[in-house]
């Protein structure tokens, strides 16, 4: 008989391999719903928290180094100053009850901006409903976190108009590559589960070039989550201005506890790939456990979605390691029911 753990690492294992044809729904509702952007729009927020946040964050770094738009992305209840009439706002929350993105909604139509919801449904659905405001729906009954392949999708849909050529064509070669990777990275002698193994029961850091940044932070909530278990994630070059001081006073002894995974883009500079070289030969004398993680292609679309994908199966390898299911996250539901949400919030 299959156990609940089986059933959730079976489920997970399933919806990771999903990514792409995901991905490529989530697109092709973006462009449905999206309105044209005007010249004003070009600066545009996404509002989201945890596992919907990731995915406008994960899309951050294709929109502000290809496209002529600017993407903040926020996680609070707090619109910064600025987004008021004549810039987008995107409001995404998988399940539509979160309190921070409801706030923010509010907040977004009191200061005139043009605001689209990406959500599964709940009360953002229905206040967006009922204000006329546009919603992209995405299918119900998931884990926010395993809606990534939606969400961002349906985020880069909404904005394909500010890229200089459409993203359509690239994207289904970007799904297809994606595809054959997951079978590889699904094996057990396969790349996702060498990482986990050398990984162990170290911590993990997860460090990453500022533009692949919200891939370290996707891989890192995804061990947390998943393995049920702390890790960690830091930006290269900034790291190189102070967490360097960190490792430099760590033990040998110490320095075994951790295992860094650098995730190494082709598409790097020169100055980043000698600082990294640099960074690895110090913790490397240290004994510090290191993992080149090498994104597979040099167009940043193709390494972000094989980065995702990649990272999701490490969690996964080491969530059975650990023999935790990787399914529920009992700890954000009690949070959740202990501060309350929705109706919480006062308009
Ligand atoms: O992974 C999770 O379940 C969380 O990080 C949620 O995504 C987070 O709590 C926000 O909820 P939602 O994505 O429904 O807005």
Redesign the pocket.
């Known amino acids: 008989m299959t156990t609940a753990r089986g059933d959730g690492l079976g489920r997970m294992r399933a919806l990771a391999a999903a990514l792409p044809d995901a991905l490529e729904t989530g697109y092709r509702s973006g462009r449905e719903v999206a309105a044209p952007l005007s010249k004003q729009e070009l600066r545009v927020a996404a509002v989201?928290?945890?596992?919907?946040?990731i995915a406008a964050d994960l899309a951050r770094g294709l929109v502000e180094s290809e496209s002529r738009a600017s993407l903040t992305v926020v996680r609070s209840a707090h619109l910064p100053r600025g987004f008021g009439a004549g810039s987008e706002v995107l409001l995404?929350?998988?399940?539509?009850?979160?309190w921070e993105?409801l706030a923010a909604y509010d907040m977004a139509g009191r200061a005139g901006a043009r605001r689209t919801v990406i959500t599964s449904g709940g009360t953002l659905l229905e206040r967006a409903e009922s204000d006329g405001v546009v919603a992209l729906t995405v299918p119900p009954g998931l884990?926010?976190?395993s809606a990534v392949g939606y969400l961002l999708g349906g985020v880069l849909g909404l904005l394909d108009s500010v890229f200089p050529e459409s993203l359509e064509g690239r994207l289904a070669r970007v799904a297809a590559a994606t595809r054959s990777r997951i079978a590889t990275y699904a094996r057990r002698r396969g790349p996702a589960a060498a990482l986990a193994e050398k990984v162990g029961l170290r911590f993990p850091l997860i460090y990453a070039e500022s533009s692949f940044l919200p891939l370290a932070r996707r891989w890192k909530?995804q061990i947390e989550?998943n393995a049920k278990r702390l890790a960690g994630f830091d930006e290269i070059p900034e790291l190189l201005h102070n967490a360097i001081v960190g490792w430099d006073a760590v033990s040998s002894g110490d320095a075994r506890r951790y295992a860094v995974l650098f995730l190494d883009w082709p598409g790097e500079s020169p100055m980043v790939r000698t600082s990294i070289a640099y960074l690895e030969r110090l913790l490397k004398g240290k004994g510090v456990v290191l993992g080149r993680v090498e994104l597979p292609s040099d167009d940043r679309l193709e390494a972000l979605v094989s980065g995702i994908a990649l990272g999701d199966h490490v969690s996964l390898f080491l969530a059975e390691r650990r023999g935790v299911d990787p399914y529920p996250?009992d700890a954000?539901t009690r949070l959740?029911a202990a501060v309350g949400g929705t109706d919480r919030i006062h308009r």
């Open positions: 989201g928290m945890g596992g919907s946040g995404v929350s998988y399940s539509g009850n979160t993105t884990p926010p976190r909530t989550e996250v954000i959740k």
